[in-house]
């Protein structure tokens, strides 16, 4: 099987981007990620989705659980508020998918167990994502949620898309890991 139709198998909720090129640039920044990082889309299923804590969740678990999360507030605000406060779906699902696409940078697996890499102990995944998803072409309002949903964006506004983002990413860490 392609790696990009691997990435797909293991993160369906790609495909729920309508954008075709979206869609497109957002496989091929996970694609990237993984080959930069020296990872099969296998691990993935894998790898914890942090190493703050020991959990038995998966990186993947975590990035379609947070993008689950993001659509039902996007569909429970659009049918709520009619109108009122609308979310752009598109660069939310990206954006949720992408939101932890650096820790492909930021971690390694040694004997079987995983740890920091030496450039995620210089270089934050949500920095590395952001250089990763520019890489890509992936349009600004979606790297801002990348950059914007860990700590790092605490300092900043955050679009509405952003805070969804964030607060998905807050609730899954800190209802799991916390």
Same mark, same amino acid.
Request: net charge negative.
């Given at each position: 099987?392609?790696?990009?139709?691997?990435?797909?198998?293991?993160?369906?909720?790609?495909?729920?981007?309508?954008?075709?090129?979206?869609?497109?640039?957002?496989?091929?920044?996970?694609?990237?990620?993984?080959?930069?990082?020296?990872?099969?889309?296998?691990?993935?299923?894998?790898?914890?989705?942090?190493?703050?804590?020991?959990?038995?969740?998966?990186?993947?678990?975590? =990035?379609?659980?947070?993008?689950?999360?993001?659509?039902?507030?996007?569909?429970?605000?659009?049918?709520?508020?009619?109108?009122?406060?609308?979310?752009?779906?598109?660069?939310?699902?990206?954006?949720?998918?992408?939101?932890?696409?650096?820790?492909?940078?930021?971690?390694?697996?040694?004997?079987?167990?995983?740890?920091?890499?030496?450039?995620?102990?210089?270089?934050?995944?949500?920095?590395?994502? =952001?250089?990763?998803?520019?890489?890509?072409?992936?349009?600004?309002?979606?790297?801002?949620?990348?950059?914007?949903?860990?700590?790092?964006?605490?300092?900043?506004?955050?679009?509405?898309?952003?805070?969804?983002?964030?607060?998905?990413?807050?609730?899954?860490?800190?209802?799991?890991?916390?």
């Amino acid at each position: 099987m392609e790696v990009n139709d691997e990435i797909r198998r293991i993160l369906p909720e790609i495909d729920w981007i309508e954008d075709t090129s979206l869609r497109n640039k957002v496989i091929a920044t996970w694609a990237d990620g993984l080959r930069r990082g020296e990872w099969t889309p296998d691990d993935i299923t894998r790898m914890p989705f942090t190493l703050a804590k020991v959990v038995d969740i998966s990186f993947a678990q975590h =990035v379609r659980s947070v993008t689950r999360i993001c659509l039902a507030a996007a569909e429970t605000f659009a049918e709520i508020y009619q109108g009122k406060l609308s979310l752009d779906r598109d660069v939310l699902l990206a954006g949720a998918l992408l939101h932890d696409v650096g820790k492909l940078l930021e971690m390694e697996e040694v004997d079987g167990t995983f740890r920091k890499s030496a450039a995620g102990k210089l270089v934050r995944h949500p920095f590395s994502g =952001v250089a990763l998803a520019d890489e890509h072409g992936i349009p600004p309002a979606v790297q801002h949620i990348i950059g914007t949903h860990s700590k790092e964006g605490d300092p900043y506004p955050r679009t509405p898309e952003a805070v969804v983002v964030h607060l998905a990413d807050f609730m899954n860490f800190d209802t799991i890991a916390g």
